[in-house]
């Protein structure tokens, strides 16, 4: 059943070459108890290691039930040493982390045996060895016989052919040594035994044949196989492979030897998880408290467009920023030429003109209305205010000094009114009509007392309420306001001239009908304290100055009809921001209402997801216009968010990379841990090969035992984190008043444990690698 055919063994060690089988020719039967002599370095160890497929032959042929294991693969092997083999060594060479019955299994877990009938066989062998009641002690707490005995189990659990003992005795009592024998010769009735021994007596009193080696040669055989031409039989092998699981729980024993060392090397590679969890929760809990602030206070700052927009892209003015510095193209050194190189500015600048076409005013008046609490327009218009004071004189009020502005209005119709849903009614009522103005008072009720003046009011000291509502004033059209005077035109301030347009029909009558005040939990506020009136009364004042004189002289001149001063001086000075003063026919036009295009559109989104689409909606307008064409808006908080969410980010990323730096140093030291604990486990991995473990298997070994470590150190950190928080959540309540600024993000929590898990195992990868590529035979031998 068993045939070496002229077996050649050497090894190579530098340039020394030793022979330790020279030719071996031998045939073994089903069932024999063999035992082979010799002296010191004779070659048996190495003959029994060439069967038991530990080691390969170099040249000859092992066959096996009549089928050749020259063309063996190493799995081929495996399966061979796991299906057809049981060893017996001198020193036991059993798992001490598992118990007994693990031990005897362990075998027949690698053939993939059910656990049911794997249990069973286990507990067979053990009592035929007469274990039966030594099932669950560890090798430690076992005499040297019943160690011997538990492996002797072992070797006979998985019901090989061939037992091989390498000097089964060697390490027991006489006493012992014979108990041993005659199990072993017990078990050869029915196996093939082959047992090295250097006593002869044993091998005399026990052996069926006795097979002497001298110098890697068989000298002697005491009954050698009359070759019967045996025909071949047919021979599988059962492939072997450890599963992950087995290998965690084979990892999880060894580990549980070792608890106090684990969980320290779990928890220093625990750290760098730490440091990142917490960095992590904290820049996440900033993050949150950042868009709390977003939707609360910046959903408040409306998108602006104005007739020349600056634009505000981070992007944008940064690369338009360093494009001014060095003109267009920045040369790289200094130049050497003896020239001065001019450029325009102007293409260089950051700001863009935006033209307020029609068909623009349109598309943002039909903007989907309930994304909006409001929008507001603001024109440059001079509405020509007269007010009568106490004394029944009539004065011009100047608008500018009024912070005269529009409010914003709800462009759906029944839409929640800006007004109402932001200020707070003091006195009076909210606008209904549209020459119905209100007046704003800060969040103390104050009011630039020059405001309350300009409005005829007598402001020496507290004015009540009703001293205000209700009051009116005349808002008089161009014609009636300005005089003539041949092509210039000019204001007639005398008493009797501004009583007598205050008097006109014509006139249209406004008054205070309220007065506001902005909520409490409005955080911007809008309107600054002062009058503010509905864009319909100047739209209704702009349509009735469109045919006023003033407005089709100045539609004519090419000069301040009201200053005499000509434009083009003054568009020239304007255009590059030179002078404050001079004004251009446009203006002008705009002060007069001779031109009804808004200065500057406000659109007041009513949160911050409204924003977005407010934001997309005006950007659409641009698609596939000329830049010249493009209308750009203005977005602060988006300028604002942008930047701080950018800052929080940088620092985020900051942070973890210190706390990678950690987990690095861990890495490391898993690598350090993994390949101690292989040196350690070198005897194991000795034995699992020799049950039939793959090199894959070996591998799956230390990678499971790097997998508990990285998953415990993974799930520490994330616990020891999350304990954290709460103390640095106390500390930052005491420093910031923010409120639970640290929170773990879950996902953030399962994506660290399976980081940690993956680094501690990629860093135990060498030494795994290492562990499986070691020689089975020499593991065996090692201490
Ligand atoms: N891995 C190896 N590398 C180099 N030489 C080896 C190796 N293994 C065995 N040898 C050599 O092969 C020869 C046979 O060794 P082997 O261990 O088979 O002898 P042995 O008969 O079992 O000896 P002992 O009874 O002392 O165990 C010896 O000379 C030994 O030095």
Redesign the pocket.
Known sequence: MLQLKKITKR?T?GTFT?T?LDGIDLEFRPSEFVAVL?P????????LNIIGGLDQYDSGDLVINGRSTKDFKDRDWDAYRNNSVGFIFQSYNLIGHLSIVDNVEMGLTLSGVSRAEKHQKATEALKRVGLADHLHKRPGQLSGGQMQRVAIARALAGDPDIILADEPTGALDTHTSVQIMELIREIAKDKLVIM?T?NPQLAEDYADRIVQ?RDGQVIADSDPVVHTGESERGYTLKKTSMNFLTALKLSGKNISTKKGRTALTAFASSIGIIGIALVLSLSNGFDKQISLFESDTLSGFPVMITQQAVEMDMDTMIEQHSQMMGSQKRPDEYPDKKQVLPYDPAQNSMVHQNTFTQEYLDYVEHIDGSLLSGISYTRTVNMNLLHQDDSGDVTAASTSNLNFAAYPTSLKEGGEDYLQSSYDLLAGSYPQEDTDLVLIVDSYNQIDQNILTQLGIDSSGPVDFDDIVGKTFKIAPNDLYYTQIGSWFTVDSSAEHLRQIYDSEDCITVKIAGILRADQDTKLQVLSAGVAYSDKLTQRFIDSAQDSAIVKAQQEADYNVLTGQRFDDAAAAGNHGGSQNAATKEQILAALGGDSTPYMIALYPVDFAAKEKVTTYLADYNQGRDSADQVIYTDMAATFTSLSGGIMDAITLVLVAFAAVSLVVSLIMIGIITYISVLERTREIGVLRALGARKKDITRVFNAETFIIGACSGLMGIGIAYLLTFPVNHILKNLTDLSNVAQLNPVHAILLVVVSVALTMLGGMIPARLAAKKDP??ALRSE
């Open positions: 090894y060690t030793q330790a010799g010191s370095g004779s070659g048996k160890t190495t003959f090295v250097h080696f035979v020499e």
